[in-house]
């Protein structure tokens, strides 16, 4: 299993409703997404920006969806609502 771990910049103000509908969002248009296995967003306990966890089945399937005109449309979404950018953490699961 392939799993990124995203760190999201700050949230502009007044645009937090906003960011979470666009995650539900992004998780139908990538329901069908060869090898995906989930995409959760988390909230920190105590303050702070939030992170999401994308579960894929391969590095590979990850990167075909990386590279789709869709992860386009949805990265174009979400910029407005950014207060910076994204930081990505790959790993690889060794241990279940």
């Avoid at 296995?37 to 920190?44: A, E, Q, S, T, V």
């Amino acid at each position: 299993m392939f799993i990124v771990i995203i760190s999201f910049p700050p949230i502009k103000a007044g645009k937090d409703e906003e960011f979470r509908e666009w995650f539900a969002w992004s998780n139908k248009e990538f329901a069908e997404q060869k090898g995906l296995i989930c995409r959760r967003l988390l909230k920190p306990l105590n303050g702070g920006n939030y992170a999401a966890i994308v579960e894929h089945e391969s590095h590979e399937t990850f990167t075909a969806m990386h590279n789709s005109p869709k992860h386009g449309e949805v990265g174009k979404r979400v910029a407005p609502l950014l207060d910076g950018h994204q930081t990505p953490q790959f790993y690889n699961v060794i241990v279940e």
